[in-house]
């Protein structure tokens, strides 16, 4: 039997890239939110970063999707781009931006479930065990009795747990695509189909945001908002996908209560505490759990 090989320390490096500029998005994309509508800021999300993938995947992958893979991206589109942004930014406009960070460590849970339904990954004991560690690490970090069930507060908390099991069949769906055809274009086409359908419902708002009175920090939250949480991080994410696992990339997500409180700790002069570091350890532990067991496989 042969032993697991190594994870390439890249993927961990571009798993902690994504985490780290996914922690800003919910501070930046509720700052944007007091000036733009959640649709449009969805729409601006795909005009940037969809023709831009479409150029570069056209311009250096020279593999091409055929026949069925086109229903495949479809999908992709539907659930990662679609589905996900919409749910996610909407959602966040009837939340709090706690909420939304606690609410996102669900990914890992649906994506084991979803992994499990499909058939596309073998859930084992140690994977399992490893999940939960992160999970619960997450969750006493971010204090979930900080959870708020205001009425005001539903609609958007169900929006975004709903993102997240979205995001969840996405990372799931897309790991037998690409191991035949290259991340950028896999991420290319499922922009264009998920992008369409953003568009389309996105286009009346679009038309109405005022672009000429917006501050130039709206302006700034926009471009981090296009650039990281966008263009980025859904080409690292894909990319990361093809090299280890769904239950990997989903369980890093579980690290963005580490990089918002190491946020406070700079630049609001918190401190980590008993629960912080207790917190950290168990996601730590987690995912160096499931990387010891799935990869290689």
């Known amino acids: 039997m042969n032993s697991p090989r190594p994870l390439d320390i890249r993927v961990h490096l571009a798993l902690l890239f994504v985490q780290i500029s996914f922690g800003g998005f919910s501070v930046f994309g509720k700052y944007v939110l007091g000036y ?3 649709l449009s ?3 601006m999300r795909v005009v940037f970063a969809g023709p831009l993938l479409m150029l570069l995947a056209l311009r250096f992958d020279a593999v091409r999707p055929k026949g069925r893979d086109f229903l495949t991206l479809a999908g992709l589109g539907f659930f990662g781009v679609f589905l996900n942004q919409i749910l996610f930014i909407t959602g966040l406009n009837y939340t709090t ?10 990914i890992p849970v649906f994506t084991v479930a979803v992994a499990m339904v499909m058939g596309i990954e073998r859930i084992t004991w140690r994977r399992s065990v490893g999940i939960g560690l992160a999970v619960a ?9 900080r959870f708020s069930l205001a009425e005001d507060t539903v609609l958007g908390n169900i929006m975004i747990l709903v993102n997240c099991l979205s995001y969840s069949v996405f990372l799931v769906y897309a790991r037998p695509i690409l191991l035949r ?3 950028l274009t896999v991420i290319a086409w499922t922009f264009v189909f998920g992008g369409s359908g953003i568009l389309i419902v996105s286009a009346p708002e679009l038309l109405r945001t005022p672009f000429a009175s917006l501050p130039a920090l709206a302006w700034t939250g926009i471009a981090y908002v296009v650039i990281f949480p966008t263009l980025i991080n859904y080409l690292l994410n894909t990319w990361a ?11 890093y997500t579980t690290l963005q209560p580490v990089v918002a409180t190491t946020l406070a700790v700079i630049f609001l002069g918190e401190e980590f505490a008993m629960r912080e570091i207790l917190g950290f350890l168990l996601i730590v532990a987690g995912l160096l759990w499931i990387t010891r067991e799935s990869v290689g496989r």
């Open 241 to 251: 996908i093809k090299r280890s696992s769904s239950t990997l990339v989903a369980t």
């Open 97 to 106: 931006a706690t909420n939304a960070s606690i609410l996102m460590p669900s």
């Open 36 to 38: 733009v509508h959640p």
């Open 41 to 43: 800021v969805a729409a």
């Open 181 to 183: 055809i290259p991340p």
């Open 137 to 145: 690490g997450a969750l006493i970090m971010l204090r979930v009795t």
